[in-house]
C-alpha cells in the first residue's frame, strides 16, 4: 500500500515555474514506477509525465516535453514536478501517481496508486 500526498501547486502568472512534490509513505516506494497526470476543468484526466524507480528514465507528454521535469530522491520518498513556462493551458489538478507502467502513453486504467491532487491555475 502507498499513500501520496501533493503539494506546491498554486495560482501563477503564464511563464512562470512551480514545482510540485509527492511525498509517499510506503516501504516499496523506490521499486515503483512514479509519475504525474492531470485533469484540466472539464476534461479527463490525461498523462503528463513518468520516472522509472531508478530516475534512468523518464516520459512526458508531448506538452510537457520541454518544458517540465519530473525526478524523485529515494532516500525521501519524493517525486518532484519542476514545471516552467507555464501557459494557462497547464491550468488543472495534477495527481500524484505511483505503481504504472513504464510506457510513454499509460492510462489512467494503468495506475494502481493516486493522490488526491493539487490545483495549478494559470492566468493569461
Known amino acids: 500500500q502507498v499513500q501520496l500526498v501533493e503539494s506546491g501547486g498554486g495560482l501563477v502568472q503564464a511563464g512562470d515555474s512551480l514545482r510540485l512534490s509527492c511525498a509517499a509513505s510506503?516501504?516499496?516506494?523506490?521499486?515503483?514506477?512514479m509519475g504525474w497526470f492531470r485533469q484540466a476543468p472539464g476534461k479527463g484526466r490525461e498523462f503528463v509525465a513518468a520516472?522509472?524507480?531508478?530516475?534512468?528514465?523518464?516520459y512526458y507528454t508531448d506538452s510537457a516535453q520541454g518544458r517540465f521535469t519530473i525526478s524523485r530522491d529515494n532516500a525521501k520518498n519524493t517525486v518532484y514536478l519542476q514545471m516552467n513556462s507555464l501557459k494557462p493551458e497547464d491550468t488543472a489538478v495534477y495527481y500524484c501517481v505511483a505503481d504504472l507502467p513504464l510506457i510513454p502513453t499509460p492510462l489512467t486504467r494503468d495506475v494502481g496508486y493516486w493522490g488526491q491532487g493539487t490545483q495549478v491555475t494559470v492566468s493569461s
Open positions: 520516472i522509472s524507480w531508478k530516475g534512468d528514465i523518464t
Open positions: 510506503g516501504r516499496t516506494f523506490s521499486t515503483y514506477t
